[in-house]
């Protein structure tokens, strides 16, 4: 075999270790990716049911509510278009509350409904550590 057939067959060999490998990276990658979803596009197109997933949105005011357990909540998320009920067992994050940012992970149920295992509570862009906070209080470079 020749000098440029033996670089030809090594090349190939080498797309296709390469391709092989990128499609075991996307085979394990879509068993544990997990898609974000907003109540909006589960209304128009709901993910299927055994799949992990977000869901994110706000939630609701008003729609709050604890179990005398302490540990078990239940929530609409929503997003203005459409409302997702919500039940989570499980310490909440403190930032958590009606009215703040939520991303849900977990499954959706038969009924429609989100089966959260892990809850995410997001603040609004404005935040900042009360430390530097104090400190740009005190060279009045913040805007009231």
Do not use: C, W
């Not at 429609?112 to 740009?136: C, V, W």
Request: glycine share 10%; hydrophobic share 45%.
């Amino acid at each position: 075999m020749r000098a440029k057939h033996q670089r030809l067959v090594l090349g190939l060999l080498a797309l296709a270790a390469i391709a092989g490998a990128a499609l075991l990276a996307l085979s394990a990658l879509k068993d544990e990716a997990a898609f974000f979803y907003a109540p909006g596009d589960v209304a128009a197109n709901p993910p299927p049911l055994d799949r992990g997933v977000r869901l994110g949105g706000m939630v609701e005011t008003g729609s709050l509510k604890r179990r005398a357990d302490g540990v078990s909540v239940a929530f609409v998320v929503t997003d203005g278009k459409a409302r997702v009920p919500v039940a989570f067992r499980g310490v909440t994050p403190d930032l958590f509350r009606e009215g703040s940012g939520v991303v849900a992970e977990g499954r959706f149920n038969r009924d429609g409904s989100f089966t959260a295992d892990n809850l995410l509570a997001k603040h609004d862009e404005r935040y900042m550590p009360p430390q530097i906070a104090g400190k740009m209080h005190k060279s009045d470079s913040i805007e009231q």
